[in-house]
């Protein structure tokens, strides 16, 4: 029996996924970690990262989650996420495909001073 491979993610959906693979988040939350890991390159906007979100959410990949009594409500209550199951499944298939393209640059000597794993 064949198991079933999630389709590739686009790179927001990987990095929204790896915000949320260790706790729940809200939406600014999940903005500054990406703009922080990505060194600036990636800034996820309100208008894309709630797109996203919501896509996400219609896949099953991620869940909005209840409001921690200990968050702050000035301003509104923000919505929080969570990464399910599914969502964590599609990221480790994700992680997976980048390897094996890592290993394939590295067999290729694609960047200089990579040497073959």
């Known amino acids: 029996m ?3 491979t999630p389709p590739p993610l686009k790179p927001r959906a990987v990095q929204i996924l790896l915000s949320l693979a260790d706790r729940e988040l809200h939406g600014n939350e999940i903005m500054e970690e990406v703009l922080e890991r990505t060194g600036g390159h990636l ?5 894309t ?3 996203s979100l919501h896509d996400l959410d219609e896949r099953g990949l991620i869940r909005e989650v209840e409001t921690p ?3 702050s409500v000035e301003g509104g209550r923000p919505r929080y996420y969570a990464i399910t199951g599914e969502g964590r499944a599609a990221l480790r298939a ?4 980048m390897a094996d393209l890592v290993r394939t640059a590295r067999r ?4 200089d001073g990579m040497e073959p794993a």
Do not use: C, D, F, I
């Open 2 to 4: 064949a198991t079933h």
């Open 43 to 47: 800034k996820l906007w309100p208008g």
């Open 49 to 51: 990262l709630y797109g």
């Open 69 to 71: 009594s200990s968050a």
């Open 94 to 97: 994700e992680v997976e495909r």
């Open 108 to 111: 290729k000597r694609v960047v």
